[in-house]
């Protein structure tokens, strides 16, 4: 077995290559466990715990706190208190609980895409706080005027929100880039109903295939231009419009009015 030292080091060499950086400022901390806890009664899954620092916030706040840490040596470093329970394993591998929880962690970036996703998919999930990097946080968002395919897909029963900036210089060690805070709150009644929803990820899937070159283009070859076009002026939707021009509620007016 190779010695302890070594494993540590390979460990490090993980994070490293997954954009692992540690939350080491105390007003970050409070920020993101502000956004992830509104309710002190709820239960919050910690992706990757690290050293503790959003930990202790988290734990200040809410009943229960179950904390996923791969690592053991830094598992072992993390605050005993009454509300937490640390688990090392992969969060990735985690089954969400029965009943409402929160997620709430500083996520490699490496590995962004994977936790959104495992989120999205978690049926009992009410709420996630997840600092990302900057760009992907203001992507996802529609902070640069464009909005994003998965987003479109699932606004209907998420709503994603920028939350907040976390300056690089909050992180050890330091990336290149600025975290954000990206809110995803599950919608207490789903904008489609669920009957529904197959038809409003077709149009969406459909409209982002880029097929024609343009949106207008690429819905005509499912559902026929004069209604089409009788939708997008509906919506005082330029027909030239590229598709993630098209704000989220604009896709929903023009599923009621195609479907």
């Not at 077709?202 to 559902?223: D, I, K, M, Q």
């Amino acid at each position: 077995m190779a010695p302890r030292s070594s494993l540590r080091r390979e460990h490090s060499r993980a994070r490293r290559a997954f954009g692992q950086n540690f939350l080491t400022d105390p007003a970050a901390a409070r920020l993101l466990a502000e956004a992830a806890v509104t309710d002190p009664g709820t239960t919050v899954y910690e992706v990757g715990a690290g050293r503790g620092r959003l930990t202790t916030e988290l734990v200040r706040r809410c009943r229960r706190v179950i904390a996923y840490e791969i690592d053991p040596d830094l598992a072992g470093m993390l605050p005993a208190h009454p509300a937490l329970t640390v688990r090392v394993d992969d969060f990735l591998a985690a089954r969400p609980p029965a009943g409402p929880f929160t997620v709430a962690g500083n996520i490699p970036y490496g590995l962004t895409s994977a936790v959104v996703t495992w989120c999205l998919r978690a049926p009992t999930l009410r709420r996630a706080a997840l600092l990302t990097q900057w760009e992907y946080a203001r992507k996802r968002t529609g902070d640069y005027g464009r909005w994003s395919r998965l987003t479109v897909l699932t606004w209907p029963e998420f709503s994603w929100e920028l939350a907040g900036r976390v300056p690089a210089a909050a992180f050890r060690p330091v990336p290149r880039v600025d975290g954000g805070v990206l809110l995803l709150t599950r919608r207490p009644v789903p904008l489609v109903r669920p009957e529904r929803m197959s038809g409003y990820r077709r149009l969406v899937e459909l409209g982002f295939t880029g097929v024609g070159g343009s949106l207008h283009a690429s819905l005509a070859r499912g559902y026929g231009p004069g209604p089409v076009t009788a939708a997008f002026r509906a919506c005082r939707l330029d027909p030239r419009a590229p598709v993630g021009a098209v704000w989220p509620e604009q896709w929903l007016t023009l599923f009621r009015l195609l479907r």
